[in-house]
Each structure stands twice: as C-alpha cells, then as structure tokens.
C-alpha cells in the first residue's frame, strides 16, 4: 500500500511540474485582502524581455520566494507582485539582429514598422523568462503580472515627465555625455562600467607662434582635432610666461591660446593640457568658463567628421593611429609611454564609451535626492548588509543630474512636442538648466496636441527620443498598483515591505525609486533593501559565454530538480557576499533530498504499521528524556530560524535545519525512535510515532519557503496517515513552540548518552571495527535502563558496567564530562599492535613530506618546472600535510587512552 502512495525514492521530473500547476489552479499565490492580516508586500525586479534564467536570477527569486512562502505561512497577505521590464537597448539591439539575419534593418523599416517588428518579438519570446521562473518555483501573483509598457504603466511615465518638468525638475540642456557609437545613444553615468586597460600616454609638441613649442601629454591624440585651448595650472612656475601666447594647432591649421586654470593638474604629464571641450567633460567645464568654441570631431557613429580635416570619414581609433604616425613625421611626437587608463564602456555591448556634446534631457537629482538621503540617514530605511548604506548615501551625497533621454526607438516616447513654426533649438551652452518653458513652440503633454498653444500651427511634432529604460523601472512599486490612479491596490499594498535586489544596480534602480517614492507618493517605497552578491565561478570569475563557465540553473532543474538548486544555492550564500560555485556545487542539495524523501517513508512505513492515522497535537505528557530532549530541541531550532530569517540571514536559517534533521534529527532520534520498536512498543506507539511526525512535519513547514516542491509532496503523502490542517503545506501555519513541561538538566543528561556513543563509535571507526560489533564497556557512573539500552543499541555495547577488578591495561580509558568510560577490545584487536602501524605510518608519511619539501625549496625547481607541475607539488603537500595532522590526532587520542 506505501508503495503506491509513496515511490521508494524521490524522482522531481513531473512532480515539480503537477505541483506548481495545483498551486496555481487553487489560487495560493494570489492573497485576499483581509484586514485582520498584516501585509507583506514585495515587487520583483523586473527581469528583461531578453532575458533567459540565469544564476543571479536564480539567487534574487529564491530569496524573494522564500520571503514570501515564510510570511504567507506566519498568516500574512502575501504578496510577490511580478513582471518584465521592456529593456530598450537591449531589445532593440537583439531585434536588430534579427531583422539582420532577415537582411533587414531598423531605417529601412521605419520607426513604426520596427516597432511593430519588436512587440511581435515580445510576444513571442517575452515570457520565456516568465515560464523559467516558475520552473524554479516562484510563487508571484501571476494574475497581477506587469509589463514596462502596458498602456497604464506607460501613463504613469508620462504622468511623472509631465509632474517633473512642470517642477522645473527636468531640463534639457547642451552637456557632454556618454555615448555609445555602437548602439547610437546617450547612457547615464551609473549606464557605463570601467575597466583598466594598458594604453599609452602621449606627449605632443604644439608649436607656439612666436617660435618654440608647448609639450601636452593625451591619451586621446586623435581629439586634438577639437582643441581650442592649452591650459595651465596658474600657479605652475614653468608655464606663467607662456600665458595668453598663441599656439599652431596641427593638421587644422586653428589658432588655439595658452589659458590659466586651477583645475589643471600640475603633476600629470607635462602638466599643460590639451582643451577639447566638445569631447571630455573636464575641458567642457573648462570651456564654459573660458568661454571657448565647442568644436565636435566625429559623428555618431564615432567617424571623423569635416571638422577632423584630411582625418574626416574614418573611424575614431584609425585617426588615432594614423595622426599619430603623421605626428612621429613631423618630429611633434616627443614620446609615447605605457599608461595604465580607466575606460569606460556600455554596459549593453561593451564597446568604448565617447564622451559627446549633445542636446538631452535631463533630471535634477539634487532636490530629489534630500528624502531619500533622509531616509536612510534615519533608518527609515534599512538596508542588509548593512554597509550598503554607506555606499548608497555616498552616491546621493555626490549625485549628478540624470541623462534621461536615449536615441532610440523602442521604449517611451518622450511627451514632448514641437511646434515647426515657432520652435527654435537654443544652441547656448551653460553650466545650468536652460529654462525651456519660456521657449515658444514647447508642448509638454501626455497626448498629441491638435495645434501650438503659441502661434495657432497644426504642424507638430514629437521629439524622436525614447527615455531612459530605468525612467520607467524607478516607478515601479506604485505603478504596478495602478499609479497615478487612486487606486485601492496602492492604497492597501504601498508602500511595500522588501526589495530584493543584486548590489550591481543600487544606484541604477534602488536609489532611484526611493526618491521616486517620496516625489510622487510621499513615502519611502520599501521598508527594507536585502542586496546579495554575484554569482561566481569556484575561482572567482564572473559567469559568461565568453569565459565558458556558465553554469545553466535550467539544467539543474532538468536534472536534480528546483529544490537541489535552491537549497545549494541558499546554503552557500553569506549575507551580501558573493558567491563561488563549482560545477557540481547541487550535490549537497541532492542529497538532501534524498534523505529527506528516505526519513520521511522510514516514518510513514513506522505509522502504517497500526493502520491508523497518528493524532497530531502541541500537549505532550508522559514523556521520557528523548521525547523531551528533541522537543526542546525543535523549539530552539524554531526560534533561531524565526530569528535568522527576520534578519534575512537566509542561508543561516537553512543551514540551522540541514543540521538539526540531518544530525538531531536523523542521527539520533530517529535511531533512539528504533530501541523503542524494539522493547518499548506500546510506548513507541502511543508516544514516540507522534512525536516523530510531530517533529517532521514542523521541519517539513521550515523547509517549505527554501524547498516548496518536495516539501509539499511529502505533505500530500502525510495526508494519508494523519490529519494536517490544510491540502497544502503552502497555505499551513509557521511552526510554534509545543507545550512541553522542561526540566533545566534534560539537555544535559541526552548530551551525556551522546557523548559516551560517539566516543565508542569514533574509536571503533578508528581501528576500522564495525559499529554493530559487540564490545564491553565500564563507567564510572553506570548508565541504567532507557539510557543503557540506547547505549547499547547504537554504540555496539554488549556489556555495561562499572570499573572492576579488569586490569588497566585492558582497557582504553577516556574522561567525559560524567566521569570515565573503559572501552575493551579483547579478543578483536591489539591495540599496542595499532599503534605501531600508525607510528610506522606516520614515519612513512613524514617522509614523503619532506622529500617534497625539499624539492620545492630548490631554486633548480622553481626555476625550471613548468608552473603547472610546481602547482601539483604543492597540491600534493597540501594532502600530505591533512592526512598526517589527521594521523596524528588519532595517535594522539589511542595514547590518552591508554594512560
């Protein structure tokens, strides 16, 4: 009859899959708003369109999913809002290349056609993502799923413009930006990632009019091109007589001055600097107040344009070397020098960042960012681990204005309208907002307006830019509610309790939508930021296709099961650090699976004995010294699971449980549970068989928010054998505290019982002996009934009793803490014998090591051996050195005993 109700051994292919499917057809994901329950609420972080599960999504909605299966068990309305985000670079990139494939392309196509081609695209493979999350599990209210532009989320982007710009929050202005030549748009500061890179240092001869040269030293050469001045540090003595001379710019025959700055540093290079104020946004500021020309060099696409002279209508990097061949001609290259330099790349394709003069929007962070900095300064906010509060108010502290405004075409259209009879682009360029309402033919509204409030033209149009994908995202925790309506949603479940986050987009994402927060909700989003690490190969690396250490979370899933992946995923997980995974890291979840699947048939076959479904309750009487022993053991476990998990210390409170079932639980009470069978069974009956569902079944709801799939199933097999209070463990209770009667020593005196059998059996597994052979063994106080029989039963204890007459160098003696435990080995080994082996073993071993050593220490070696042989040599040490402290520990313990 088990059989057909519960498989010999646990197999999660199709299991997973029926269970997630009765989760969602009986509506367990979607609360009911009850106003007795408190709420906890928590937003996904919308993965890409583009995306396909990876392990940092792995990680972020575990812990999001085991947050809420907790909260919702501990009688919450719970609720894990999802959604996509559109993601505008990189889907249009992804669709681009595809249109390529058809040999197509995004201009021949036209704006609207293409964007057609981009919402077919997300229709199609849009939720794949979607589908992978609910492989691993994730128990999202999936009736309440959003997307970036569905029509009300884009209403609330175009509500929040409109709200900024009429607070004279938003502007646009001439600034110097970062720009991508590849992917044909501006990115915001937090959009560009730097990396170190060897380049050179160049130094230059600029010939100066009245004869002699001024020396600049660049790392860009080919920007020399859009020079209209060399500055200096006025307080630099070699440069004060070179003031306001006039210089000969090379190849474009411009005549550029020597200019005092105190920004210069005197120390870099020769310290004159070359001012190309279109191209780097030190000299644009430098610019501004010199008042200097804004000369651009390249177009868009990073080619040289008619301002680079004979240069013009090659790419950026080929003028670079090409000018400078031309420089070496003329004799104005003094000398190049490695130099190690910061570039900045686009974080969507990776290619070198331009620093670019360009008209865009922008947002003024500064006013925005006062309640956001309150917010953490008071602990409004909290942030775990705590050190990212520091970082995150560092950032506000020193916030710039935000480049809101992207050259492309899939994302929201700027609502911004321009009327082509009276609309005229200001040109001029300040180091402030220009005040664009004053500028005729400027329509800021959500729809199309039928003609110019200003002169009366029916000849409008939009601006052709698309805002910054994260303009959108930072909304999200009230748009998602169905802001800017009023709505009951964002009224009941705002401001929300959790965001779960990577430390990758702090300042992309989670800083942003705290002052988006308070701007247009007047409340902080979130209660609490928990930031985790990166996922990491065994050595270190960051996960790529490039490198080949992707390790597919999918396939896991496909192979072992969400729950082996979760479980391995959350117990390596510290508190905000990072995470190294080798390849085979799912193991350790496996194989708790199968313990947890065997444990639970061991006590259900226990159960099925009586033919009668065991009686669950919280009030226990009558009990003996392991009953009580592992209650209070549970209800210490409880405790500082509630405690671990309040603090989001998520793979503590994971690793509490492994311990407590695998160790407590299954080590001992379930092999204690065995000497009741066989000479207590009325008491094991009517005591001890409750008890161990008791106990399993509270670790079966613990383990649940970290492993839902088996855990539920084990719940349906239970179902059958005793009576549980709901059809799914996902919608039962949060364990509490039994109502035992404790006396103070219990502990105590099962720690004794324990300690005499892992002394008997460590020196048993010492000399090789069988646990199951049969020794005598003497105390100085004798164990009696209960405690001798488990004794006896699990160390392989044929005779207990206290010290006799039995000669001392019969015995191998150890002190525990209640006094002496004589073991003898009569008849089965020698120990004298024992030791000598372990002697000549250690000598042997000795040995070996220092013949090793030696090799390592000669300078022949290290030399001349190839690093990956040195490498094996001191692997092999390494082990040499484990097996001879572990030798010699047992050496050390057999002649303790034997005083």
Request: net charge neutral; hydrophobic share 35%.
């Amino acid at each position: 009859m088990m059989e057909a109700k519960f498989p010999p051994q646990y197999n999660p292919e199709g299991m997973e899959t029926e269970l997630y499917t009765f989760w969602e057809k009986n509506g367990y994901f979607s609360p009911v708003h009850n106003k007795v329950k408190r709420n906890y609420v928590i937003v996904i972080p919308p993965p890409n369109i583009t995306g396909v599960l990876h392990m940092g999504h792995a990680l972020n909605n575990t812990i999001q999913d085991i947050l809420i299966r907790w909260k919702r068990m501990s009688g919450f309305n719970a609720l894990w809002v999802p959604g996509t985000d559109h993601a505008g670079i990189a889907t249009q990139n992804v669709v681009e290349k595809t249109l390529r494939e058809e040999k197509l392309d995004r201009k021949t196509l036209g704006r609207e056609k293409f964007i057609e081609e981009v919402w077919k695209w997300k229709e199609k493979y849009g939720s794949t993502i979607i589908f992978q999350l609910k492989k691993l599990g994730a128990s999202c209210d999936w009736s309440r799923e959003r997307f970036t532009m569905d029509e009300k989320l884009s209403r609330a982007v175009k509500e929040a413009f409109i709200h900024l710009y009429n607070k004279g929050l938003i502007y646009k202005g001439k600034r110097i930006i970062h720009w991508c030549c590849r992917c044909g748009t501006a990115l915001s500061d937090e959009e560009v990632t730097y990396r170190d890179e060897d380049a050179f240092l160049y130094y230059i001869k600029y010939p100066l009019i009245e004869g002699g040269f001024i020396e600049v030293a660049t790392t860009r050469p080919e920007t020399m091109l859009g020079d209209t001045a060399v500055a200096v540090n006025p307080s630099d003595e070699r440069y004060k007589k070179l003031i306001g001379k006039q210089v000969k710019l090379p190849f474009v025959d411009r005549t550029i001055s020597v200019i005092p700055d105190e920004k210069v540093e005197a120390e870099f290079g020769t310290g004159a600097v070359k001012v190309t104020p279109a191209h780097d946004p030190l000299d644009f500021d430098i610019g501004i107040r010199h008042n200097l020309p804004f000369i651009t060099i390249m177009d868009e696409e990073g080619i040289m344009n008619e301002n680079a002279g004979k240069f013009k209508g090659i790419d950026r990097f080929i003028c670079r070397e090409n000018l400078v061949k031309e420089l070496q001609g003329m004799g104005l290259l003094s000398k190049k020098e490695p130099y190690l330099t910061r570039i900045g790349t686009c974080y969507r394709c990776d290619n070198i960042i331009e620093p670019y003069l360009s008209s865009q929007w922008f947002v003024k962070m500064s006013p925005l960012a006062k309640p956001a900095i309150e917010a953490a300064e008071k602990d409004i906010l909290k942030f775990y681990p705590e050190r990212w509060k520091k970082v995150y108010l560092n950032w506000l502290y020193n916030i710039k204005d935000w480049c809101i405004s992207r050259q492309i075409w899939w994302g929201h259209r700027i609502p911004v309208y321009y009327c082509r009879n009276c609309y005229q682009a200001d040109s001029k360029l300040t180091d402030e907002a220009q005040d664009i309402k004053k500028q005729k033919g400027i329509i800021v509204t959500a729809t199309k307006p039928e003609q110019c409030p200003d002169c009366g033209s029916k000849d409008i149009y939009q601006d052709p830019d698309v805002l910054d994908t994260w303009f959108s995202s930072w909304l999200w925790p009230f748009s998602v509610f169905g802001w800017p309506e009023k709505t009951e949603d964002l009224e009941i479940y705002y401001p929300t309790d959790t965001l779960v986050t990577a430390q990758e987009i702090l300042f992309f994402w989670v800083a942003r939508m705290v002052m988006a927060g308070y701007e247009f909700m007047g409340k902080h989003p979130f209660k609490n930021v928990v930031i985790h690490g990166t996922v990491r190969d065994k050595t270190g690396r960051k996960m790529s296709k490039s490198l080949g250490n992707i390790i597919d979370p999918l396939d896991i899933i496909e192979k072992y099961g969400a729950d082996s992946l979760r479980f391995s995923l959350i117990s390596m997980t510290s508190a905000g650090q990072d995470v190294f995974l080798s390849s085979t890291f799912y193991i350790k979840g496996r194989n708790f699976m199968n313990k947890l699947w065997n444990a639970s048939r061991f006590i259900v076959s226990a159960g099925e004995k009586y033919g009668e479904k065991v009686i669950l309750h919280k009030k226990f009487e009558g009990l003996k010294l392991p009953e009580i022993w592992i209650l209070t053991s549970l209800d210490e476990v409880i405790e500082k699971t509630n405690t671990a998990l309040t603090e989001f210390r998520l793979n503590e409170a994971i690793n509490l449980l492994y311990d407590f079932f695998w160790h407590t639980f299954c080590d001992w009470y379930l092999e204690i549970s065995k000497v009741y069978q066989e000479y207590e069974e009325e008491y094991f009956k009517e005591k001890v068989l409750p008890i161990l569902f008791y106990v399993h079944i509270s670790l079966l709801k613990m383990l649940h928010p970290f492993i839902p799939f088996i855990t539920d199933k084990l719940w349906q097999v239970f179902l059958n054998y005793c009576d549980l209070e709901s059809g799914s463990i996902m919608i039962s209770s949060w364990p509490e505290k039994s109502d035992i009667d404790r006396e103070k020593n219990i502990m105590e005196e099962m720690e004794d019982i324990m300690e005499i059998i892992t002394s008997i059996r460590n020196l048993k597994m010492r000399f090789g002996i069988p646990v199951s052979r049969q020794i005598n063994c003497y105390f100085d106080r004798v164990p009696e009934g209960l405690s001798a029989k488990i004794i006896s039963k699990l160390a392989g204890v044929s005779k207990i009793s206290g010290f006799s007459k039995e000669k001392k160098e019969d015995l191998l003696i150890k002190n525990l803490r209640q006094g002496r435990i004589g073991m003898s080995f009569e008849g089965i080994i020698d120990v004298q014998k024992e030791l000598d082996k372990l002697y000549r073993e250690q000598k042997k071993l000795k040995g070996y090591l220092e013949k090793i050593e030696r090799k390592l220490n000669s300078p022949e070696f290290t030399s001349k051996a190839p690093e990956e042989i040195q490498e094996k040599e001191q692997e092999k040490k390494k082990q040499l050195e484990e097996i001879l402290q572990n030798l010699e520990k047992d050496i050390k313990f057999i002649e303790e005993s034997k005083k």
